[in-house]
């Protein structure tokens, strides 16, 4: 039996179709219970693609420490990646290092390997009290519209404290540093927001050059090089994941910006929804304390604006409620949301 089958076998998908986009926010009692307890009870699986078209491309890079560096470029070399996949040493943590990837598109073979990257640096290294997980998706993405980018911001700025959440990966809090090298940006891009919708007239560098307050934010634009092009380095950063060693995680993480820029730039986006829930909200998550909290209605509608099938929305339920599990204290994990199996 494939993987594809055996997900779509699983209870949650004999009550949900997965490939249906069925409006969980608008789930309320026994319904929404259930749907809840079938998430809940269903663990995630690295997938053999996520279904982007090729002129999406990404890359990664995973911060680790207490580096047994030279191992891990002999077992790099070993497996035909380490030309690919760099390796360089950290000074923001402890004995540490980070691999960078190359640029990826979405496919079985880069997916396999980003697996067994995870598998060397897991033997040969452990995620720590600073390490993050910083995900680049291709400029092109978002594209060239002025439209989508104070869209993109707009998002950002009502639905922050959701995706930082999710972003925390099998971790309940944020890492160490957060503040300091992935700084929220709620209130600074609220504010962006208005002054640059007041403007009679708009380049995209105009919007550029405003929401680039330091490179040390959530989400960093100091790469951007163009809007149409694929080119290397020419990448909208989000530095706010936690690091992880999970290739789900890792998958997960890309699959939700991806999805995030994808809907700015739609035809599909909803004004009225997003300017509800910042009316709904009135500024009281602009501190990272918050963040960690669970806000159920919040998430459901987000993930029912970016995502347009059920098993996405599942994916990034699952990672973001982590069991309902709240914690105070850095590097706990939740419970296990995932499950590793080799992809077929």
Same mark, same amino acid.
């Given at each position: 039996?494939?993987?594809?089958?055996?997900?779509?076998?699983? #209870?949650?998908?004999?009550?949900?179709? #997965?490939?249906?986009?069925? +409006?969980?926010? +608008?789930?309320?009692?026994?319904?929404?219970?259930? +749907?809840?307890?079938?998430?809940? @009870?269903?663990?995630?699986?690295? *997938?053999?693609?996520?279904? &982007?078209? /090729?002129?999406?491309?990404?890359?990664? !890079?995973? !911060?680790?420490?207490?580096?047994?560096? @030279?191992?891990?470029?002999?077992? +790099?070399?070993? $497996?035909?990646?380490?030309?690919?996949?760099?390796?360089?040493?950290?000074?923001?943590? =402890?004995? %540490?290092?980070?691999?960078?990837? #190359?640029?990826?598109?979405?496919?079985?073979? @880069?997916?396999?390997?980003? /697996?067994?990257?995870?598998?060397?640096?897991?033997?040969?290294?452990?995620?720590?009290?600073?390490? %993050?997980?910083?995900?680049?998706?291709?400029?092109?993405?978002?594209?060239?519209?002025?439209?989508?980018?104070?869209? &993109?911001?707009?998002?950002?700025?009502?639905?922050?404290? =959701?995706?930082?959440?999710?972003?925390?990966?099998?971790?309940?809090?944020?890492?160490?540093?957060?503040?300091?090298?992935?700084?929220?940006?709620?209130?600074?891009?609220?504010?962006?927001?208005?002054?640059?919708?007041?403007?009679?007239?708009?380049?995209?560098?105009?919007?550029?050059?405003?929401?680039?307050?330091?490179?040390?934010?959530?989400?960093?634009?100091?790469?951007?090089?163009?809007? /149409?092009?694929?080119?290397?380095?020419?990448?909208?950063? &989000?530095?706010?994941?936690?690091?992880?060693?999970?290739?789900?995680?890792?998958?997960?993480?890309?699959?939700?910006? $991806?999805?995030?820029?994808?809907?700015?730039?739609?035809?599909?986006?909803?004004?009225?929804?997003?300017?509800?829930?910042?009316?709904?909200?009135?500024?009281?998550?602009?501190?990272?304390?918050?963040?960690?909290? =669970?806000?159920?209605?919040?998430?459901?509608?987000?993930?029912?604006?970016?995502?347009?099938?059920?098993?996405?929305? $599942?994916?990034?339920?699952?990672?973001?409620?982590?069991?309902?599990?709240?914690?105070?204290?850095?590097? $706990?994990?939740?419970?296990?949301?995932?499950?590793? *199996?080799?992809?077929?």
């Amino acid at each position: 039996m494939s993987k594809k089958n055996e997900s779509i076998n699983n #209870p949650l998908f004999q009550y949900l179709k #997965p490939q249906n986009n069925d +409006l969980f926010s +608008l789930m309320r009692g026994y319904d929404l219970q259930e +749907l809840l307890y079938y998430i809940e @009870n269903y663990y995630l699986e690295l *997938r053999n693609c996520l279904g &982007f078209t /090729k002129y999406i491309t990404f890359g990664l !890079e995973l !911060e680790f420490e207490n580096a047994m560096k @030279n191992r891990i470029e002999q077992r +790099l070399r070993e $497996v035909s990646l380490y030309n690919s996949w760099s390796i360089k040493n950290d000074c923001s943590l =402890i004995s %540490g290092a980070e691999i960078n990837s #190359p640029i990826l598109i979405d496919n079985k073979n @880069n997916w396999h390997n980003l /697996k067994q990257v995870c598998s060397i640096v897991s033997q040969n290294g452990i995620i720590g009290t600073y390490s %993050g997980g910083h995900v680049h998706i291709g400029t092109q993405v978002l594209g060239n519209n002025t439209e989508s980018w104070l869209r &993109f911001i707009k998002i950002w700025s009502v639905y922050e404290n =959701i995706i930082y959440r999710f972003s925390f990966g099998e971790f309940l809090t944020a890492r160490a540093n957060i503040l300091r090298y992935a700084k929220p940006m709620t209130t600074y891009f609220w504010d962006d927001y208005q002054k640059l919708k007041e403007s009679s007239y708009l380049e995209l560098w105009d919007i550029l050059e405003r929401i680039s307050h330091s490179r040390y934010q959530a989400v960093n634009f100091d790469n951007v090089d163009n809007f /149409k092009e694929i080119e290397d380095g020419n990448t909208i950063e &989000f530095r706010c994941p936690n690091g992880t060693l999970n290739p789900i995680i890792w998958q997960n993480n890309v699959n939700t910006f $991806v999805n995030l820029l994808l809907y700015s730039t739609s035809s599909r986006y909803n004004d009225d929804i997003v300017e509800s829930r910042r009316k709904e909200n009135n500024n009281r998550f602009s501190k990272l304390s918050l963040y960690g909290e =669970i806000y159920l209605q919040q998430a459901l509608e987000f993930s029912d604006m970016i995502f347009t099938n059920n098993f996405d929305k $599942v994916y990034f339920l699952r990672q973001y409620l982590k069991s309902f599990e709240i914690g105070t204290k850095e590097l $706990v994990k939740a419970k296990e949301f995932t499950q590793n *199996r080799k992809i077929s």
